[in-house]
């Protein structure tokens, strides 16, 4: 199957600090990517959809302004958490859809915000 | 209407048995209804996936069996090994091959699988 990886895979940040994730889709181009958040022991929630060259989409409750996603290229997305905070302390996971429909997932960035 | 519901929360089979995870669902309009394998610290990775339009879909090991008129699915995991311990997602998609909606996923089944 396709590839989609993601940087870095752990990060741990001072609160009030921002920190990027990268998520790319290595051997295909991906007309839409997902983010995801998922706490330990439950299930993904989508945080929002991004389509190449345009804004992302938010779901109710995401705060566009803390979770900044760009999407530059069909073949990568980015996750930036700003002024981050301990409750911010999460299991991030992208996920790559291309024009055959299938969504492929990275391997997830567990963050931590002391 | 928007929900996956999944069951159980957890199973403990041992090998060489059959492993069975439910999933029912609400909107007609999903089309599209994946398996996924997720292992601690990993990214979900896709296992299986069933269209409507058949009732039974087999690949090695692991079978989704489809009832549309009930609308559950389930995974079907044979000979299950010590390895297949994870924890297993059912997902949902409306308009699958078009202008597809997103995933809906369900809350999660943890398999452990005793030697």
């Known amino acids: 199957g396709a590839v989609v990886s993601q940087h870095p895979s752990r990060v741990i940040c001072k609160s009030g600090t921002s920190v990027k994730i990268e998520c790319r889709s290595l051997d295909f181009q991906a007309t839409t990517m997902f983010w995801y958040r998922q706490f330990p022991k439950q299930s993904l929630m989508l945080m929002a959809t991004?389509?190449?060259?345009?804004?992302?989409?938010?779901e109710q409750g995401v705060e566009k302004d803390k979770f900044l996603i760009n999407h530059a290229s069909l073949t990568l997305s980015t996750l930036t958490v700003t002024s981050a905070h301990p409750e911010d302390s999460s299991f991030y996971i992208c996920s790559a859809r291309g024009s055959g429909g299938q969504q492929f997932f990275g391997p997830g960035t567990r963050l931590t915000v002391l | 209407q928007q929900q996956v519901k999944q069951s159980p929360q957890s199973l403990i089979v041992q090998k060489g048995g059959i492993s069975i995870i439910n999933c029912a669902y609400e909107n007609t309009a999903f089309d599209y209804f994946p398996w996924y394998q997720q292992f601690p610290g990993k990214g979900p990775a896709l296992l299986i996936a069933?269209?409507?339009?058949?009732s039974e879909k087999k690949e090695g090991r692991f079978t989704i069996s489809f009832n549309k008129s009930a609308k559950q699915f389930s995974l079907h995991i044979m000979d299950s090994q010590p390895g297949d311990s994870a924890t297993y997602f059912c997902?949902?998609?409306?308009?699958?091959?078009?202008?597809?909606?997103?995933?809906?996923f369900g809350k999660g089944t943890k398999l452990s699988v005793k030697p």
């Open positions: 997902a949902a998609a409306p308009n699958y091959g078009g202008s597809q909606g997103n995933l809906i």
């Open positions: 069933i269209r409507p339009d058949v």
């Open positions: 991004s389509n190449e060259g345009s804004k992302a989409t938010y």
